[in-house]
T-cell receptor
Framework: DSGVTQTPKHLITATGQRVTLRCSPR?????VYWYQQSLDQGLQFLIQ???????AKGNILERFSAQQFPDLHSELNLSSLELGDSALYFC???????????FGQGTRLTVV | TQLLEQSPQFLSIQEGENLTVYCNSS?????LQWYRQEPGEGPVLLVT?????EVKKLKRLTFQFGDARKDSSLHITAAQPGDTGLYLC??????????FGKGTSLLVTP
């Protein structure tokens, strides 16, 4: 158990819908990262937050957004969903003094 | 362009064999991390290498950081079925993002 909690574990939704994925980092970790993993693209960095502020942005679509709240939990919002958004979405956290990441178990999103 | 290139992409070997997987880049990094991911799970950190030429051992796994800090290798001695998984290398780029290679998928059969 990494200490990072992601909910839900599985999500099935229809095209055009909007979903929210939630992540609770390890106690004491200030950084939260979001990744998308598909078979052909590998683990793609989406966005990073550090202590509530956006710190780095990867190839995140405009239909996707994220935020980190004062209690440091984070949410990833995916809207106008398309079939191609079906993937595993991982959250990871890291302590203030390192970039070593601890991953949650992921949310498997299926868009039908 | 992929920041990190990992090879081989797939590797299938029998229990007891040795293997080496590689992580290469044209950029220089201050450190590099190796993770292992099992099906349906999130990646788990194995090791961080920091110094050029550094060698770190984790039981039967040996990690090396290239002298120029542009590449790394992971050598597994006497592989076991429990070593099966996706091996990923990762680095932090200039923008703080932790970026991963596409990984080497290893299958060890009894």
């Amino acid at each position: 158990d990494s200490g990072v909690t992601q909910t839900p574990k599985h999500l099935i939704t229809a095209t055009g819908q909007r979903v929210t994925l939630r992540c609770s980092p390890r106690s004491g970790d200030l950084s939260v990262y979001w990744y998308q993993q598909s078979l052909d693209q590998g683990l793609q960095f989406l966005i990073q937050y550090y202590n509530g502020e956006e710190r780095a942005k990867g190839n995140i679509l405009e239909r996707f957004s994220a935020q980190q709240f004062p209690d440091l939990h984070s949410e990833l919002n995916l809207s106008s969903l398309e079939l191609g958004d079906s993937a595993l979405y991982f959250c990871a956290s890291s302590p203030p003094t390192t970039t070593e990441a601890f991953f949650g178990q992921g949310t498997r999103l299926t868009v039908v | 362009t992929q920041l990190l290139e990992q090879s081989p992409q797939f590797l299938s070997i029998q229990e007891g064999e040795n293997l080496t997987v590689y992580c290469n880049s044209s950029s220089v990094f201050s450190s590099l991390q190796w993770y292992r991911q099992e099906p349906g799970e999130g990646p788990v950190l194995l090791v961080t290498v920091v110094t050029g030429g550094e060698v770190k051992k984790l039981k039967r796994l040996t990690f090396q950081f290239g002298d120029a800090r542009k590449d790394s290798s992971l050598h597994i001695t006497a592989a076991q079925p429990g070593d099966t998984g996706l091996y990923l290398c990762a680095v932090v780029d200039s923008g703080y993002a932790l970026n991963f290679g596409k990984g080497t998928s290893l299958l060890v059969t009894p």
